[in-house]
T-cell receptor, first 114, second 114 residues
Framework: GDSVTQMEGPVTLSEEAFLTINCTYT??????LFWYVQYPGEGLQLLLK?????DKGSNKGFEATYRKETTSFHLEKGSVQVSDSAVYFC?????????????FGRGTSLIVHP | DGGITQSPKYLFRKEGQNVTLSCEQN?????MYWYRQDPGQGLRLIYY???????QKGDIAEGYSVSREKKESFPLTVTSAQKNPTAFYLC?????????????FGDGTRLSIL
């Protein structure tokens, strides 16, 4: 079945550092890929998405490129802020078995220090 | 503004008691989902519904029940058969079986045992 693997956290950075959170996936067909962010005590919010190979999703300074050849969708940001501290989830949706039930990674906690 | 409303934000359950978590959406979405999130863990799918009057079990449906009598509403009942119900419960919706559509999440209900 489909699966998503994210790097283990927590990732701890100083403000203005470069961020990469790795995400790789296994899926049949051509999945759509998503990054969600969860702030403490809240639900998940869509951060960005990409629906086909070589698409780049971007939002609020975050970027991720759909790499079919490496089955990856790594999240990057050039300069993180304290307010970026949150848990980040990589997810996919595909037509596996005729269903589009989303598959989530386990989440990666990001802590940004001033 | 359109969105998903979960209530209550905090809920306490006594031994042997059933409790119901509310989830309402005004996004006109066909599909709705319930997830359970434990500390430091990812999301686990409890139930989902892709159309009114129909729903399917997810990965951890035992001890839970749902109904989908209206498009806008997808309440989750945590029954006394669920022996470890303490968790953060998230409701989500999406615009149906289209793989490029992201999910929208509520702000969650935190359930604890008295």
């Amino acid at each position: 079945g489909d699966s998503v693997t994210q790097m283990e956290g927590p990732v701890t950075l100083s403000e203005e550092a470069f961020l990469t959170i790795n995400c790789t996936y296994t899926a049949t067909g051509y999945p759509s890929l998503f990054w969600y962010v969860q702030y403490p005590g809240e639900g998940l919010q869509l951060l960005l998405k990409a629906t086909k190979a070589d698409d780049k999703g971007s939002n609020k300074g975050f970027e991720a490129t759909y790499r079919k050849e490496t089955t990856s969708f790594h999240l990057e940001k050039g300069s993180v802020q304290v307010s970026d501290s949150a848990v980040y989830f990589c997810a996919l949706r595909s037509a596996s078995g005729g269903s589009y039930i989303p598959t989530f990674g386990r989440g990666t906690s990001l802590i940004v220090h001033p | 503004d359109g969105g998903i409303t979960q209530s209550p934000k905090y809920l306490f359950r006594k031994e042997g008691q059933n409790v119901t978590l509310s989830c309402e959406q005004n996004l006109n979405h066909d599909a709705m989902y319930w997830y359970r999130q434990d500390p430091g863990q990812g999301l686990r799918l409890i139930y989902y519904s892709q159309i009114v009057n129909d729903f399917q079990k997810g990965d951890i449906a035992e001890g839970y029940s749902v109904s989908r009598e209206k498009k806008e509403s997808f309440p989750l009942t945590v029954t006394s058969a669920q022996k470890n119900p303490t968790a953060f419960y998230l409701c989500a919706s999406s615009a149906g079986q289209h793989s490029n559509q992201p999910q929208h999440f509520g702000d969650g209900t935190r359930l604890s045992i008295l």
